[in-house]
Nanobody, 114 residues
Framework: QVQLVESGGGLVQPGGSLRLSCAAS??????MGWYRQAPGKERESVAA???????TYADSVKGRFTISRDNVKNTVDLQMTSLKPEDTAVYYC??????????WGQGTQVTVSS
């Protein structure tokens, strides 16, 4: 069983930055990533990090968001810069285990508004 605790959301002005963090407890964690869901829209992948260290990003966030992982602390962070109003959403941490189970965090609200 894996438990995830997210932190770092909030209200920020357009052009600003936020850093989201997700702490995972449990064993056998392989891939880690961040998703988001805006009102009235489906949940979408924002950034992902494979066990081998490869990073993938949604086209809408490339060059602005950076995903990173601390294997000692078992955390995955999402550094978000040059934020836009369209980045407003609830952001969810997701991890997959070596047994291919998927776990979700509780979600953290990010609002980009002046």
């Amino acid at each position: 069983q894996v438990q995830l605790v997210e932190s770092g959301g909030g209200l920020v002005q357009p052009g600003g930055s936020l850093r989201l963090s997700c702490a995972a407890s449990g064993f056998g964690i392989s891939a880690m990533g961040w998703y988001r869901q805006a009102p009235g829209k489906e949940r979408e992948s924002v950034a992902a990090l494979t066990p081998g260290g490869s990073r993938t990003y949604a086209d809408s966030v490339k060059g602005r968001f950076t995903i990173s992982r601390d294997n000692v602390k078992n955390t995955v962070d999402l550094q978000m810069t040059s934020l836009k109003p369209e980045d407003t959403a609830v952001y969810y941490c997701n991890v997959r285990t070596v047994s291919d189970n998927s776990y979700w965090g509780q979600g953290t609200q990010v609002t980009v508004s002046s």
